[in-house]
């Protein structure tokens, strides 16, 4: 049981959301009605994405001080999971928005055009392809070493560029997404209900850590090749 | 900062640590020892302007090299020139007199791959051995810095003569010229910035013309995104051109100029 207690309050925090997310009660608002719910999933696997993205960040940034190989493989891993949660956060913002924004005449196929042509949408897009870009660069070279020194620059300056694409150019933009010029509707503590917050604060650390586990794990399956390549 | 400027200055340990020692008890200095930190913040000066005045000298060194490599092998530059003549010519035969929002678009897009042609290249073009020689004579900084230089001067130069002829064969449809052009010309200097960083990148890679694209596209979005908005804005007679877009384009040709010359000397080691 090495260090296990923060894997265990992550799995106890993700059943709770799951539990309490789906039983409490929420405020019954217009339009949004009971897929308030959803904010303990949406909004969260976004936090867990941005979570993972600095991580892999700061380890790009220790490979550069320490050239240890180690720290690359961190960073990619950390990336590789961040990624997930990226398209988990899109998922789970597909469902929510064929219930909030489609026209409920029209079936939601119709009425995708409109929807995809969101600004937060794009900006969210834009910063997956970075990320995408950042792998495809990472198993272009060969050179173990090269390898590690290129992808980590790319890294940090991949994740400069992510913040001009999902945080600043949408806030510009008219969007139907909540959270523009007047702040993020889900942090302000004025906006969202204390009975949501119960579950809202517990949810975000709770798939973040779990998002750090399976991180871990991949990071050992990889260490553990990474060792058995070299003892070749 | 103050650590890494020192570093660069290569400042003597011994004065270092003096001077940090004056500068953490600075509160307690008496006024007798005022005379000591004046003495060490002359010195802090005329190191760091020999420093910049010596990078300043290397980087035209570099940058002058750029340009005769440029005067040397002008299939390159008349290459680009026939890239910019021949795209607009074709869409001048296919659209002929588009209206204000496609001539907006064709125009950025043009841009975009302009500068692709025009950047990619600098960081290609130098072989292994000649870059292990720049390696050995002068410091990455100075190095990327003259690159970026140049790269920002070719791309203005090529967009204004892009402009010039856009708007001879797609007729000249901007109410607002002058602002136009200036829009244009920080688009081209956010543009040459971001793709020389992505080049130098690209060129440790295998395949770099395939990566470079692959690296630059989601990359650059954002600048053109914001560079469309302030250009239609030079479209309409009635609205004024947001300030804060400028500014904030300009900040992100800043954050990119800082990461290259901070990220530059980690690709540089070979």
Redesign the interface.
């Known amino acids: 049981m090495y260090k296990s207690w923060w894997k265990i309050t992550g799995v106890v925090l993700v059943i709770y959301t799951c539990t309490a997310g789906f039983l409490l009660d929420v405020p019954q608002l217009p339009a949004l009605g009971e897929t308030i719910r959803n904010l303990y999933f949406h909004v969260c696997m976004w936090f867990a994405m941005m979570i993972l993205f600095s991580i892999s960040m700061v380890n790009a940034i220790r490979y550069l001080r320490t050239f240890d190989l180690k720290y690359d493989i961190y960073a990619r891993q950390f990336a590789v999971v961040g990624i997930i949660f990226g398209i988990l956060g899109y998922a789970t913002g597909a469902i929510w928005m064929s219930f909030t924004w489609a026209d409920p005449n029209n079936p939601t196929f119709d009425s995708f055009s409109t929807v995809a042509r969101d600004p937060k949408l794009i900006g969210a897009a834009i910063a997956l392809l970075v990320y995408f870009a950042y792998l495809v660069l990472r198993d272009s070279v060969n050179d173990m070493d090269k390898r590690a020194r290129i992808s980590s620059v790319y890294n940090i300056f991949a994740y400069a560029m992510l913040f001009p694409s999902i945080w600043i150019i949408p806030r510009l933009l008219p969007s139907l997404h909540p959270g523009g010029e007047n702040g993020n509707p889900a942090l302000d503590t004025k906006d969202i209900d204390g009975s949501m917050r119960m579950v809202f604060y517990p949810a975000i650390i709770g798939w973040t850590l779990i998002g750090v586990w399976i991180t871990t794990l991949k990071i050992r399956i990889n260490l553990l090749k990474e060792k058995k390549l070299s003892s070749l | 900062m103050f650590l890494l400027i020192c570093k660069q200055v290569k400042w003597p340990e011994k004065e270092l640590k003096a001077a940090s020692r004056l500068y953490f008890s600075s509160i307690k200095i008496s006024e007798q020892d005022n005379h000591i930190l004046y003495a060490l913040f002359q010195l802090i000066y005329f190191r760091s302007k020999i420093y910049f005045i010596s990078a300043a000298k290397h980087i035209f060194t570099l940058f002058k090299k750029d340009l005769l490599l440029e005067a040397r092998q002008q299939y390159s530059f008349f290459g680009i020139l026939l890239y910019i003549g021949s795209t607009i010519f074709v869409l001048y035969m296919a659209i002929n007199q588009p209206e204000t929002k496609v001539w907006n678009g064709l125009f950025w897009v043009l841009q975009l791959f302009i500068c692709i042609n025009a950047v990619a290249k600098s960081f290609l073009q130098e072989s292994k051995g000649r870059m292990l020689y720049f390696y050995s004579v002068a410091s990455p900084v100075n190095f990327v810095l003259a690159k970026l230089i140049f790269n920002s001067l070719l791309m203005l130069l090529m967009s204004l003569l892009s402009l010039l002829i856009f708007s001879a064969l797609l007729g000249n449809v901007i109410p607002k010229l002058l602002p136009f052009i200036g829009i244009t010309l920080l688009g081209s200097l956010s543009l040459s910035l971001v793709f020389t960083?992505l080049a130098a990148?690209a060129a440790?890679?295998?395949?770099s013309p395939v990566?470079m694209a692959?690296?630059g596209?989601?990359?650059i979005?954002?600048q053109l995104?914001?560079l469309m908005?302030l250009s239609n804005t030079a479209f309409a007679p009635l609205l004024t051109i947001p300030i804060s877009?400028v500014l904030?384009l300009a900040a992100?040709d800043l954050?990119v100029v800082l990461?290259a010359i901070i990220?530059f000397p980690?690709?540089w080691?070979?």
């Open positions: 960083f990148i440790k890679a295998q395949q990566i692959i690296l596209f989601p990359v979005i954002v995104m914001l908005r877009t904030l992100m954050l990461l990220l980690f690709l080691k070979d």
